[in-house]
Nanobody, 123 residues
Framework: QVQLVESGGGLVQAGGSLRLSCAAS????????MGWFRQAPGKERGFVAA????????HHADSVKGRFTISRDNAKNTVYLQMNGLKPEDTAVYYC????????????????WGQGTQVTVSS
């Protein structure tokens, strides 16, 4: 069982930056691939980025590639999403998720989810 708590969301102007954090409970954090997803009003939840258990492999959605970076600190049981060059279309609730297997871009593959944190980008 893994409990996930996101933080770091907020209101930012276009072009600005935010860093999201997702703190995980339990001693087996390093056993899980981690992902970030987002859901805008009226839209389905979509993939943003994912990272392998060791942190040695990452994958980012094309829409955020070059602007967002996922990373993790297994000693702190935390995964991060550094978001630079934010755009109004990045506005969404951002969720972190854990999967006890290789990373995936499909939300249905993830077993554990946080409650989400709101990111709002003004133009």
């Amino acid at each position: 069982q893994v409990q996930l708590v996101e933080s770091g969301g907020g209101l930012v102007q276009a072009g600005g930056s935010l860093r999201l954090s997702c703190a995980a409970s339990g001693r087996t954090f390093s056993s899980y691939a981690m992902g970030w997803f987002r859901q805008a009003p009226g839209k389905e939840r979509g993939f943003v980025a994912a990272i392998h258990r060791s942190g040695g492999y990452t994958h980012h959605a094309d829409s955020v590639k070059g602007r967002f970076t996922i990373s993790r600190d297994n000693a702190k049981n935390t995964v991060y999403l550094q978001m630079n060059g934010l755009k109004p279309e990045d506005t969404a609730v951002y969720y972190c998720a854990a999967r006890s297997a290789w990373l995936s871009t499909y939300s249905d593959d993830y077993e554990y989810w946080g409650q989400g944190t709101q990111v709002t980008v003004s133009s």
